[in-house]
């Protein structure tokens, strides 16, 4: 009879018959083409050198691609940089300029705070520009100067020494000491001035005499707008710095005159007059911004040229103690043109050496990579120049040697046939093979099955008349057995049980996938509380369902034999006086996965597959009533069902039995 080695080594033979056809069949193709071929043609030198052509133009435009992709990187980084900085820039210039307005402000809050008063006194003065003194820097002073013409010179001197007793209107000479003013038509004297203890020399001295501060006056009453002059030096404690003055016109409003034309009208009354250092204003407006690396220069502007340096600010992460702008080429300019008052600044904005650079490492990344997939992508072409080639000349070659293969086509052919013959033989053969085989196995099922029933029938006749035997020898013989005898024949009747649920367990095992229930919807809720409530476990036990269980198409019967024996097992092998038992299953669309775990006293790693075998226990006393079949029947049942089993246990860390079943769901 054939066997299936047999079929194999024929399969394998008409397999390997089928391939060299084929290979043979594509070969004899490639021989007409090559006999197409002039068999005189003969490859020029030159045509392989031009073939290489390609190969050529793609390293160059690679290269030319590297370096344009390079050169905009770098400009595209340089452009960002450029950006960073001018906004950076812009925001200084933004608080410089908001500070600067906020400063002169005070200037129009005096102006106001007189035209609203007739009569402001010294103390009044000093209260109302105490906050702006406190809170505002920059300024150098703050003062009240009225318009006093030469008829009321003496009046009001008197009227000012009532709260000043030295006050008289004073001018400086050519060498900078005070003297009283002389007669002149009109004088400016500073009335009230703030700080006094820093300025208080300055009282009652005619601003008139000053030709900066006659202009700004005069300009003041005469646009009847606040006023800045242009930068001038002042003195601060020895120190010379740039500075402003801003002056705000006061007048006495006609309020005879209509409303059009009381603005014409109306006569001077004072000025609000304030001196700044510009300096400070701009580093107090800086304070609030974070150090950048921008030195930032102020200058008057004046036509096409930067005009006089105002100030310079020099940036906090720049080491050298001069700022002089011209000394260093800076990296990069900003210049913006603001408004003070009536006045027009330049500032301009330097970047610091270092500080402001941009960042080239992506740009050389992006030259070394081009440079790199140039390089693979030309060597790639050169290879498939080359490779073309080598094919033409395999090509050339194969083709003088095909013709043999045509010869041996026709043997090839036959073989096939052959073996074709052979195989449909060999199918026959086999089916008739499977058949018998087949029988057989249904034929030894049954006798199996006749044997375990005959077998089981048998041997539960000799155990029911031993344990019926010993019941009687220990009723007829009570009084006269002593206990040793007494515990002999429990024993015998507790081997005699154990034979019997062996015997059961043995043909459970053997009707394992042989018989079956029909499969009906089960809830396994309720399938697991009516199997502990069979088992009826002690008040000291706690077994408890947790969480959602299914609803299964399944065969009622063996998942609860499954469930059974399980829930058994952990209250049988506890191994406490009391403890906890819980039933789980994680539900999955296929495979739902049922957990049985207790607290007892678990299972060492070394016997986890012990215990799924025949006739296997862990524990053994002349009393002890396990088989050793119930997880064998356990495992059986499942995988039957195509499931899986498996635990997870320690000495001392409880058991959980974990088992899958084929979910069918309602």
């Known amino acids: 009879m054939a066997t299936a080695n047999d079929l194999r080594h024929l399969v394998g033979k008409l397999n390997a018959a089928t391939a060299r056809i084929k290979q043979r069949l594509s070969e004899r193709y490639l021989a007409n083409i090559s006999l197409q071929l002039t068999p005189e043609k003969r490859t020029d030198p030159k045509s392989i050198w031009w073939g290489y052509f390609p190969v050529a133009l793609v390293a160059v435009l690679g290269l030319m691609i590297t370096m344009a992709l390079f050169v905009q990187s770098m400009r595209w980084q340089n452009r960002q940089v450029e950006i960073a900085f001018n906004e950076a820039s812009q925001d200084r210039i933004l608080v410089i300029q908001r500070e600067i307005k906020h400063s002169l402000s005070i200037i129009l809050d005096i102006a106001s705070y007189f035209e609203a008063s007739e009569i402001v006194s010294r103390r009044e003065f000093r209260k109302f520009v105490g906050p702006a003194l406190k809170n505002q820097a920059g300024i150098k002073a703050l003062e009240w100067v009225p318009v006093v013409p030469d008829g009321m010179r003496e009046t009001f001197i008197d009227e000012a020494r009532q709260t000043f007793p030295p006050f008289q209107i004073m001018e400086r000479d050519d060498s900078g000491m005070l003297n009283k003013s002389p007669r002149r038509p009109v004088y400016y004297p500073v009335l009230y001035i703030q700080p006094y203890q820093y300025n208080k020399q300055l009282l009652g001295l005619d601003m008139g005499v000053d030709p900066t501060a006659y202009n700004l006056l005069s300009e003041a009453e005469t646009t009847q707008e606040i006023q800045v002059s242009p930068g001038l030096y002042l003195n601060d404690n020895g120190q010379r710095k740039s500075g402003i003055m801003v002056a705000a016109p006061v007048f006495f409003s006609a309020s005879e005159e209509s409303d059009e034309t009381s603005k014409a009208t109306s006569s001077i009354r004072g000025f609000a007059l304030g001196v700044f250092f510009i300096g400070d204003i701009i580093e107090r407006a800086l304070e609030s911004l974070r150090p950048s690396g921008i030195d930032i220069h102020v200058y008057q502007s004046s036509g096409n040229d930067d005009g006089q340096l105002l100030y310079s600010?020099?940036?906090?992460?720049?080491?050298?103690?001069?700022?002089?702008?011209?000394?260093?080429?800076?990296?990069?300019?900003?210049?913006?043109?603001?408004?003070?008052?009536?006045?027009?600044?330049?500032?301009?904005?330097?970047?610091?050496?270092?500080?402001?650079?941009?960042?080239?490492?992506?740009?050389?990344?992006?030259?070394?990579?081009?440079?790199?997939?140039?390089?693979?992508?030309?060597?790639?072409?050169?290879?498939?120049?080359?490779?073309?080639?080598?094919?033409?000349?395999?090509?050339?070659?194969?083709?003088?040697?095909?013709?043999?293969?045509?010869?041996?086509?026709?043997?090839?052919?036959?073989?096939?046939?052959?073996?074709?013959?052979?195989?449909?033989?060999?199918?026959?053969?086999?089916?008739?093979?499977?058949?018998?085989?087949?029988?057989?196995?249904?034929?030894?099922?049954?006798?199996?099955?006749?044997?375990?029933?005959?077998?089981?029938?048998?041997?539960?006749?000799?155990?029911?008349?031993?344990?019926?035997?010993?019941?009687?020898?220990?009723?007829?013989?009570?009084?006269?057995?002593?206990?040793?005898?007494?515990?002999?024949?429990?024993?015998?009747?507790?081997?005699?049980?154990?034979?019997?649920?062996?015997?059961?367990?043995?043909?459970?095992?053997?009707?394992?996938?042989?018989?079956?229930?029909?499969?009906?919807?089960?809830?396994?809720?309720?399938?697991?509380?009516?199997?502990?409530?069979?088992?009826?476990?002690?008040?000291?036990?706690?077994?408890?369902?947790?969480?959602?269980?299914?609803?299964?198409?399944?065969?009622?019967?063996?998942?609860?034999?499954?469930?059974?024996?399980?829930?058994?097992?952990?209250?049988?092998?506890?191994?406490?006086?009391?403890?906890?038992?819980?039933?789980?299953?994680?539900?999955?669309?296929?495979?739902?996965?049922?957990?049985?775990?207790?607290?007892?006293?678990?299972?060492?790693?070394?016997?986890?597959?012990?215990?799924?075998?025949?006739?296997?226990t862990l524990e053994s006393s002349d009393f002890e009533s396990s088989t050793g079949i119930g997880l064998a029947l356990v495992k059986k049942i499942v995988e039957e069902h195509g499931g899986t089993i498996k635990l997870r246990s320690n000495l001392g860390e409880g058991t959980c039995f974990f088992f899958t079943w084929p979910a069918v769901h309602s």
């Not at 006749?450 to 048998?458: E, L, N, R």
């Open 313 to 616: 600010h020099r940036t906090r992460l720049r080491d050298e103690s001069v700022i002089i702008r011209g000394d260093k080429n800076p990296e990069i300019s900003y210049a913006h043109e603001i408004s003070v008052g009536t006045q027009k600044w330049r500032i301009i904005c330097d970047s610091v050496s270092g500080r402001f650079t941009a960042d080239t490492w992506s740009s050389w990344v992006i030259f070394f990579g081009s440079l790199a997939f140039s390089l693979l992508f030309t060597t790639y072409i050169a290879t498939l120049v080359g490779r073309a080639r080598q094919v033409r000349l395999e090509v050339e070659e194969r083709t003088s040697q095909l013709w043999e293969v045509v010869q041996a086509l026709n043997q090839e052919v036959i073989e096939r046939k052959s073996a074709e013959q052979d195989l449909q033989r060999l199918n026959e053969t086999l089916e008739q093979h499977i058949a018998s085989r087949t029988a057989e196995a249904e034929r030894r099922a049954q006798y199996l099955e006749q044997f375990a029933y005959v077998t089981s029938h048998d041997l539960k006749a000799p155990l029911r008349a031993v344990s019926n035997l010993a019941q009687w020898i220990e009723e007829d013989l009570r009084e006269k057995l002593d206990d040793a005898s007494k515990e002999q024949l429990a024993l015998l009747r507790d081997r005699v049980k154990k034979m019997h649920d062996l015997i059961e367990g043995l043909l459970e095992y053997s009707r394992v996938g042989r018989t079956s229930d029909p499969e009906s919807l089960v809830d396994t809720r309720e399938l697991v509380e009516e199997i502990i409530d069979s088992l009826s476990p002690a008040e000291n036990y706690s077994i408890k369902v947790k969480g959602k269980m299914p609803i299964l198409k399944a065969d009622r019967l063996q998942l609860g034999q499954v469930f059974s024996n399980l829930i058994g097992n952990s209250i049988k092998h506890h191994g406490g006086n009391k403890g906890k038992i819980r039933i789980r299953c994680e539900n999955s669309e296929q495979f739902p996965e049922f957990s049985v775990c207790d607290d007892g006293q678990g299972i060492a790693p070394q016997y986890h597959q012990k215990i799924f075998m025949m006739f296997q």
